[in-house]
C-alpha cells in the first residue's frame, strides 16, 4: 500500500509585541491610511529584544507537538523554513532541535516567503518514501530584523512570528499535490545584499544600508498575482483535482490587494479566501502555516476539507500545495 503523509498537529506563535501603523507614522513618512489602503496590514507582532526566529519556531513546534500529542523525541525528521535564520550557521533547526531535545536530523530550508510550502514538500516526500514516520515542518521568521526602519516602501509590510505543523505517516492521503518553481533571473527583486559571502558585512555595507531587506514592490506584486493562480491550478492538476473542488485557498499573506486579486482571478468567493493580513503583516515563512492554524483554531476547518497553500517569494520562488484536512475541529479547551 502507498504511503501518505498527513498533518496531525498544527501550532503557532507570535511574539508579544505590537507595532501599530501609528506607530510607524512616527518613524518614517507613512499614514495609517496608506498602508491600510495599500496593503490591508492594521498592526504586525514584532521580536523582543532577547528573541530570535529559533525562539518564535520553538514556541509553534511545541504547540504543534501539543495539538498531535506527540513527545519532541517521537520525530524522525525537523526542517525549518526560515530566511533570517538565527545566525549563517548552525541552522536554526539545530537550535530548535536542542531546545526541544529531540534526537532527530535537522534542517534549514531557504525559499523566503514560500519556505514553509518547500518544507511541506520536503516533509511529505520523506514519509512517502519510507525514510521518515513523523516529520516536524515549521516556517519561522523574525523579518523585522533586517528590515530597514528608515525605508518606508518595506518597514511597513513585514512582522515576525512562526507556524509549524506535524506530519504522519498514513493510508489515506491527507498532503495531495504540491507544485514548486523558482526563477533566479528574479533575484534582484528582493534580496538583503549584504552579510553573506558576495558582500560581508563591512562598515562600508552597513553605510550603504546593505544589511537590510530591499525590494522592488510593485514587480514582486505583478509576479505574485500571475504566480498564485497558476501554482494553485497546477498542484490542484497534480492531486487530480481542480479549483471547484476546493473548500479553502489560505495564500501567503503579504498583501490583501494580491490576496483579493488572486481569489478572483481563481473565482474563488472571497469568504473561501482566508486572511488575516491585517492582525500579522507579511511574516514570511511562517505566514501560511499561521494563516492555517487561525483558520483551524477559528473552527471553520472541517474534517474533509480540501485546502491549496500557495506561497511565493524572494528568489524568486513560489509553490503551493493541497491538503485534505484530517484533524477534529478543535475542543473548546484545546
Ligand atoms: O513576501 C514577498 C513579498 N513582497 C510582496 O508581496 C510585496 C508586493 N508588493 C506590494 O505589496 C506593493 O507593491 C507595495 C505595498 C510594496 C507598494 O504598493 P504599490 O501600490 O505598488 O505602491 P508603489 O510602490 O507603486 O508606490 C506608490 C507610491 C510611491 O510614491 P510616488 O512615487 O507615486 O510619489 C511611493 O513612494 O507610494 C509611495 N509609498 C508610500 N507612501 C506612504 C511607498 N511606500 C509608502 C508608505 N507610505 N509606506
Not at 151 to 167: E, H, Q, Y
Not at 300 to 317: K, M, N, S
Request: charged residues 20%; proline residues 4%.
Amino acid at each position: 500500500m502507498t504511503t501518505h503523509a498527513s498533518i496531525i498537529g498544527i501550532g503557532s506563535y507570535l511574539p508579544e509585541r505590537i507595532l501599530t501603523n501609528a506607530e510607524l507614522e512616527t518613524l518614517v513618512d507613512t499614514s495609517d491610511e496608506w498602508i491600510r489602503s495599500r496593503t490591508g496590514i492594521v498592526e504586525r507582532r514584532i521580536v523582543a529584544d532577547d528573541q530570535a526566529t529559533s525562539d518564535l519556531a520553538a514556541a509553534a513546534l511545541t504547540a504543534a507537538l501539543m495539538k498531535a500529542g506527540i513527545a519532541p523525541n517521537g520525530i524522525d525528521l525537523l526542517i525549518v523554513g526560515t530566511s533570517s535564520p538565527d545566525m549563517l550557521f548552525p541552522s536554526t533547526a539545530c537550535l530548535v532541535q536542542n531546545r526541544l531535545g529531540m534526537v532527530c536530523p535537522a534542517f534549514d530550508i531557504n525559499a523566503a516567503c514560500s519556505g514553509f510550502v518547500y518544507a511541506l514538500q520536503a516533509g511529505v516526500s520523506a514519509i512517502e518514501s519510507g525514510r521518515a514516520g513523523r516529520v516536524a515542518v515549521v516556517g519561522a521568521d523574525a523579518l523585522t530584523r533586517i528590515i530597514d526602519f528608515t525605508d518606508r516602501s518595506t518597514c511597513v509590510l513585514f512582522g515576525d512570528g512562526a507556524g509549524a505543523v506535524i506530519l504522519e505517516a498514513t493510508d489515506e492521503p491527507g498532503v495531495l499535490g504540491i507544485a514548486l518553481g523558482a526563477d533566479g533571473s528574479g533575484a534582484d527583486l528582493l534580496k538583503v545584499p549584504a552579510g553573506g559571502s558576495a558582500r560581508p558585512i563591512t562598515r562600508d555595507a552597513l553605510d550603504a544600508r546593505e544589511n537590510f531587506l530591499t525590494m522592488n514592490g510593485s514587480e514582486v506584486f505583478r509576479f505574485a498575482v500571475k504566480i498564485i493562480p497558476r501554482a494553485t491550478n497546477e498542484a490542484l492538476a497534480a492531486s487530480g483535482l481542480t479549483v471547484t473542488d476546493l473548500d479553502w485557498l489560505v495564500p501567503h499573506q503579504a498583501n490583501q490587494r494580491i490576496i483579493q486579486t488572486v481569489g478572483q482571478r481563481l473565482g474563488i468567493p472571497s469568504d473561501r479566501v482566508f486572511s488575516r493580513v491585517d492582525r500579522v503583516g507579511n511574516t514570511s515563512a511562517a505566514s501560511i502555516p499561521l494563516a492555517l492554524d487561525d483558520l483551524y483554531t477559528s473552527g471553520q476547518l472541517a474534517p474533509g476539507d480540501l485546502i491549496a497553500l500557495v506561497g511565493f517569494g524572494a528568489g524568486l520562488t513560489w509553490g503551493a500545495g493541497v491538503v485534505r484536512w484530517t484533524m477534529a475541529r478543535p475542543t473548546k479547551e484545546a
